[in-house]
């Protein structure tokens, strides 16, 4: 699918879902909508409101993201993410499914894949529940992380054995 059908998918989704809630298309939604599109990863609704006014140039309430978040959930054209205890979003449509490896302690997400993993998700068949999409996150430390604890450690071991002589 061409990013001009996708778009088009999109804004009848869109426009079903309002039509449904007897609710409007207003400039605020479409310029939302249309940010969420260009957006490629995970964002919070804070970032989505920065993104809107530092690359489009359009103000928008926090409200109004929250509100509308909301909406879009609705729609099937976002989905809420838990990452390590915070909510973050993504849009929902043309995600493939992804590993994500998630650093707690600088929250850095890096997105793989692995076959086998994915195969083995894919094979679960459970009763009265289908699988629309999946997401594995896998916590730990990232290279950067895990070198830094590696000095704090080596350097509270230097000083600990200075200190006992």
Same mark, same amino acid.
């Given at each position: 699918?061409?990013?001009?059908?996708?778009?088009?998918?999109?804004?009848?989704?869109?426009?079903?879902?309002?039509?449904?809630?007897?609710?409007?298309?207003?400039?605020?939604?479409?310029?939302?909508?249309?940010?969420?599109?260009?957006?490629?990863?995970?964002? %919070?609704?804070?970032?989505?409101?920065?993104?809107?006014?530092?690359?489009?140039?359009?103000?928008?309430?926090?409200? %109004?993201?929250?509100?509308?978040?909301?909406?879009?959930?609705?729609?099937?054209?976002?989905? &809420?993410?838990?990452?390590?205890?915070?909510?973050?979003?993504?849009?929902?449509?043309?995600?493939?499914?992804?590993?994500?490896?998630?650093? %707690?302690?600088?929250?850095?997400?890096?997105?793989?894949?692995?076959?086998?993993?994915?195969?083995?998700?894919?094979?679960?068949?459970?009763?009265?529940?289908?699988? %629309?999409?999946?997401?594995?996150?896998?916590?730990?430390?990232?290279?950067?992380?895990?070198?830094?604890?590696?000095?704090?450690? &080596? &350097?509270?071991?230097?000083?600990?054995?200075?200190?006992? &002589?």
């Amino acid at each position: 699918m061409d990013k001009s059908d996708e778009m088009t998918q999109i804004n009848r989704t869109w426009s079903d879902y309002l039509h449904m809630h007897g609710l409007r298309n207003t400039p605020e939604r479409r310029a939302l909508l249309e940010a969420i599109c260009l957006i490629d990863g995970l964002f %919070t609704p804070e970032s989505l409101s920065d993104y809107m006014r530092e690359s489009r140039n359009f103000m928008v309430s926090r409200a %109004t993201v929250y509100n509308n978040l909301q909406h879009f959930i609705q729609a099937g054209l976002v989905r &809420k993410v838990l990452m390590a205890g915070d909510i973050r979003y993504e849009r929902a449509w043309n995600r493939k499914s992804c590993i994500r490896l998630v650093c %707690t302690n600088c929250g850095t997400v890096t997105e793989t894949s692995d076959d086998k993993v994915r195969r083995q998700i894919e094979d679960l068949r459970k009763k009265r529940f289908t699988m %629309t999409g999946w997401t594995l996150n896998v916590y730990g430390l990232c290279g950067k992380c895990a070198a830094a604890l590696k000095r704090r450690q &080596k &350097k509270m071991m230097n000083k600990n054995s200075i200190d006992k &002589k």
